[in-house]
Every structure is written in structure tokens, then in C-alpha cells.
């Protein structure tokens, strides 16, 4: 979208707004929803409303397939963010594996049926509510929310929010915090990760894999050790992977220690059952396991409760009295059960936008959806063709 059509867009929203929202919500505070879930904004009789064109939103409507999500309109209204709040006009949406569980009714952090998913996103602010004073309209943001982002206007928090540096495209930031955020309070916060140390990073041509992989190249002779299918490790290579290994027709475990006996200082594990096992058991002394999904669990479109029975049934776990002369640690991390800690968050956000100024980190764009595909969209991460960050466009296609 041009630059020049982008502004006149922003602009209709703009005087909408200031032709007064459909009814008054300044005087209410955000509810305990509207903290985490990005909300839809409300159908309005007025006069203003009925000059701007409907919002598009993806519903998920039920769970199971790629069919459970819907792409549906709404009547839109005048942007009327309450206190504290942003309405933001979206341009890319990011797509997690979380959306993919979600879709399958196993990701625990979901509002109830029907609900429309997405984390993360990037876009334009058309409109800024009482008290906010740190953005303004006009302001390209990345957003993060519990969900909710995946239609054309959402409003958050301003604190949910984060300006984009300036040479960062949409794409760029719809990709950057969940991935990056993850990837960095794992290797950093929980992992100590210092010079000289080694990483196992599962799933490491997906979004988090590669923004770990980009991470550890920031400290120095970090030997990393990645599993992906063969065709993506030429990619892999670029991005600063030691040693690629295609799990698909190689032990992992075995190839490790053939290169490093000891193991290895860090295993992030996004796969669990039997394979949170196998990490605990490639650990070096001092090293840690940090745990953050449950990958395994998902193995075909649809929810398969043979495949979650096998995995619950070799579930890892261990007991302090275990761990005590193991000289090990396990973590667990969930970045949607931190929506209530923003401060450590937007701590982390303002490190990864510095790294990225500095040229250190750039998110790899694996492919650009409609909202029309985002079935298609689901499917390129669920049948593991994807190299990098997948991305939502409200569309239509060649708009964007
Ligand atoms: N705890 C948190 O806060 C948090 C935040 C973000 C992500 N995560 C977790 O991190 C992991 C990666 O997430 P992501 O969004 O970056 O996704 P992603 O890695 O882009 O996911 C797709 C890739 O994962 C690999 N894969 C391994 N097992 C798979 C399976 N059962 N089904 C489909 N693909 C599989 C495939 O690549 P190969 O064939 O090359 O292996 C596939 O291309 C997920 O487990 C996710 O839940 C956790």
C-alpha cells in the first residue's frame, strides 16, 4: 500500500473519530478483558460510522480444522479507545504455533468460543484515549495481546504497545515480539547464556528457532546445535547454526554427543513429552532445560487424543531430590502467562529494538497470507514448510 493511500486511510479513521465515537466509554476503565484481549470495536447507528466500510476479523468458530476459521465483517465504528487505551489500524499479523493448538482446542491461555486468535501484530494509530501520553496518532506500533489481533482494527493498551524503529517494515514487527520475546528471555534470563557455552534449539527454522539462533550469535563462540528437516539447514547456516541435524532420519541425542560427549549448557525445548527427557539427559553440569511448548502434541490437522495420551503418558518429570545432585535446572516459560508483568516485558522489547538498530537481529519473513488464506497460512506451519515467521495481512492480497 502506498504511503500516500496509507495516510488518507488513517485520516478517514482520524476525522471519524473526532466526529465523536457511538457512545461514551472515556469515563470507563479497561476491564480486566480488554488487558489482555485485543477488543473488536462496537457497531454504531451514527452518522460517521455509516461512512466508513466494514472491519474484517478472522473468527475461530469452533474447534478442530483449517474450516473452523471464518473470515467475517462488522459494522464498523468511530475508533473510541477508553482510558490508557490505543485503537491501532493493522497492517501484518504474526502467526504462532500457539494459533495452530489453539485452533485444535489445546492452548490453555484461549478466550471461550468464538473469539478471534492472534498475539501480535503491527499497524497504524488512528486513535489515542484518555491519559495516554507516550504515543500519538500516526505512530507505527507492534502490539501484543493474549489475542484478538488478527482483524483490521484492535484496541489495546498503550502499554501493549511498542513504536517501531523506523526502517522496520510491518512485516518486520508483526514477526518480532512473541518470537523474539520468547527467544531472549529463554537464552537470557533463565539461560545465562555466555561465551564460549552450547545451545540445543529444537524447531530452530521456525520463528522462535531462528530468533535464537540470530541471539546466541550475539555472544561470542556459542556453538549452536539446531533440529530441522534437511531442506531448510542451508538457511540455517546463514542465520549462525553450528550444527544442523535432521531429526527426521537422525537420533538427535546420539549426534549430539558424538560432537560434544558432555552435552550442552542449554536445551530449549518446545517439543515436550519424551523429548524434555532427552534434553534433561544431554545437559552438561550447570546446565538448564528451559521448557516452553508442547509441539508434540499437535500431529495432524485435527486434535488426535492417541497422540495426546502417548505424550502426557512419557511426560517428563523430576523431583528435587533429583535434581539436587544432578546439578541441573528445568524452567518453564510462557510468555501469555506474563500479560500481568509488561514493565519486564517492555524491558525486553526495548533490548531486541536496540539489537535490531544495530543490525544483530532482523526476523526472517517465511511467507505473506490475506486473512482470505489463512487456512493455507495454517497449513504451510503445520505441514512444516515454513522457514522463519509466517504473516497476516487483512488484505487483500496485492495491497499489501
Ligand atoms: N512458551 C511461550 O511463551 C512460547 C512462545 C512462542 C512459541 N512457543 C513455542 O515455540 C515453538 C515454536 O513456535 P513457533 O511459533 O516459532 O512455530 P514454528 O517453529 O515456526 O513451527 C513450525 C515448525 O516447527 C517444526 N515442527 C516440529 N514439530 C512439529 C509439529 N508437531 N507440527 C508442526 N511443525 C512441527 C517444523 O519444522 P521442522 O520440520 O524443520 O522441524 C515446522 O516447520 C512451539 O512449540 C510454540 O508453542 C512458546
Not at 494459533?99 to 468460543?113: K, N, V
Not at 511498542?162 to 514477526?175: C, I, N, R, V
Request: include cysteine.
Amino acid at each position: 500500500m502506498s504511503a500516500e493511500r496509507e495516510a488518507a486511510e488513517v485520516a478517514t479513521v482520524v476525522a471519524a473519530a473526532e466526529a465523536g465515537p457511538a457512545e461514551d466509554v472515556s469515563s470507563q476503565p479497561p476491564s480486566a478483558e480488554a488487558m489482555g484481549n485485543a477488543q473488536p470495536p462496537e457497531a454504531s447507528d451514527g452518522a460517521a460510522a455509516a461512512a466508513l466500510p466494514p472491519l474484517r476479523c478472522l473468527v475461530l468458530t469452533g474447534f478442530g480444522g483449517y474450516d473452523k476459521l471464518k473470515l467475517q465483517s462488522k459494522p464498523a465504528a468511530p475508533p473510541a479507545p477508553g482510558p490508557g487505551q490505543v485503537t491501532v489500524r493493522v497492517r501484518a499479523c504474526g502467526l504462532n504455533f500457539a494459533e495452530i493448538m489453539a485452533r485444535q482446542g489445546l492452548y490453555d491461555r484461549s478466550p471461550p468460543l468464538p473469539f478471534t486468535p492472534g498475539m501480535e501484530g503491527a499497524g497504524v494509530v488512528v486513535a489515542v484515549g484518555e491519559g495516554v501520553n507516550d504515543r500519538k496518532v500516526g505512530d507505527r506500533v507492534m502490539v501484543l495481546v493474549r489475542s484478538g489481533m488478527w482483524q483490521e482494527e484492535v484496541t489495546a493498551l498503550s502499554a501493549q504497545t511498542f513504536l517501531m524503529p523506523e526502517s522496520m517494515t510491518f512485516e518486520e514487527a508483526a514477526a518480532l515480539l512473541v518470537n523474539y520475546i520468547t527467544a531472549y528471555m529463554i537464552l537470557f534470563d533463565f539461560g545465562n547464556l555466555r561465551p564460549g557455552q552450547s545451545v540445543l534449539v529444537h524447531m530452530a527454522a521456525g520463528g522462535v528457532g531462528i530468533a535464537a539462533l540470530q541471539l546466541c550469535r550475539t555472544v561470542e563462540n556459542v556453538t549452536v546445535f539446531g533440529t530441522a528437516s534437511a531442506s531448510k539447514h542451508e538457511m540455517l547456516k546463514e542465520n549462525g547454526i553450528t550444527y544442523p541435524i535432521d531429526y527426521h532420519t537422525t537420533d538427535y541425542v546420539e549426534e549430539v554427543k558424538k560432537i560434544s560427549p558432555k552435552g550442552v549448557n542449554i536445551v530449549m525445548d518446545p517439543l515436550g513429552g519424551p523429548d524434555t527427557a532427552k534434553g534433561y539427559n544431554l545437559l552438561k553440569p550447570m546446565g538448564k532445560l528451559i521448557t516452553y511448548g508442547m509441539a508434540n502434541l499437535v500431529s495432524g490437522p485435527k486434535r488426535n487424543l492417541m497422540t495426546i495420551a502417548r505424550i502426557w503418558w512419557n511426560q517428563f518429570s523430576v523431583t528435587a531430590l533429583q535434581l539436587l545432585p544432578a546439578n541441573r535446572a528445568v524452567c518453564g516459560y510462557h510468555l501469555g502467562y506474563l500479560d500481568s508483568e509488561m514493565e519486564l516485558v517492555s524491558g525486553v522489547v526495548t533490548r531486541l529494538v536496540a539489537l535490531y538498530n544495530q543490525g544483530h537481529i532482523k526476523p526472517h519473513i517465511d511467507s505473506v497470507w490475506p486473512f482470505e488464506k489463512v487456512a493455507d497460512a495454517m497449513r504451510q506451519m503445520q505441514e512444516k514448510k515454513n522457514v522463519g515467521k509466517i504473516i497476516l495481512v487483512p488484505g487483500p492480497e496485492k495491497e499489501n
